[in-house]
């Protein structure tokens, strides 16, 4: 599986972003996701999950009502809707796929986690 992030950009603080992860590969979507962060200086945290059937989707406690994440396993994608964003949500969002378990309810949140990672993509908010 290969996984390609998008939708990145620059915006003002407020503004909304709609990130995109597209699966390639041998994808059967019954694998959970994730989309991590990694600021400057910092280490890479999770932001967001979404469990492999999408009704299980646990967020970090700093982007809660503000962040959503969605899933179409039709089309193999995830998606992470970003809204109100703020200053401190500056950093490279990358989507990784847990595929060392399927089918379960439980959402890894630390990165060693998750075996499948795309490349990231810069989201940058300015005050």
């Known amino acids: 599986v290969q996984l390609q992030a998008s939708g990145g950009g620059l915006v003002q603080a407020g503004a909304s972003l709609r990130l995109s992860c597209a699966a390639s590969?041998?994808?059967?979507?019954?694998?959970?996701m994730g989309w991590f962060r990694q600021a400057p200086g910092k280490e890479r945290e999770f932001v967001a999950g979404?469990?492999?059937?999408?009704?299980?989707?646990p967020y970090t406690d700093s982007v809660k009502g503000r962040f959503t994440i969605s899933r179409d396993n039709a089309n193999n994608a995830v998606y992470l809707h970003m809204n109100s964003l703020k200053p401190e949500d500056t950093a490279v969002y990358y989507c990784a796929a847990d595929l060392g378990k399927i089918i379960t309810s439980v959402i890894m949140t630390r990165p060693k986690d998750y075996d499948t990672w795309g490349q990231g993509t810069q989201v940058t908010v300015s005050s």
């Open positions: 590969g041998r994808t059967r979507s019954r694998y959970n």
């Open positions: 979404v469990s492999w059937n999408g009704l299980i989707a």
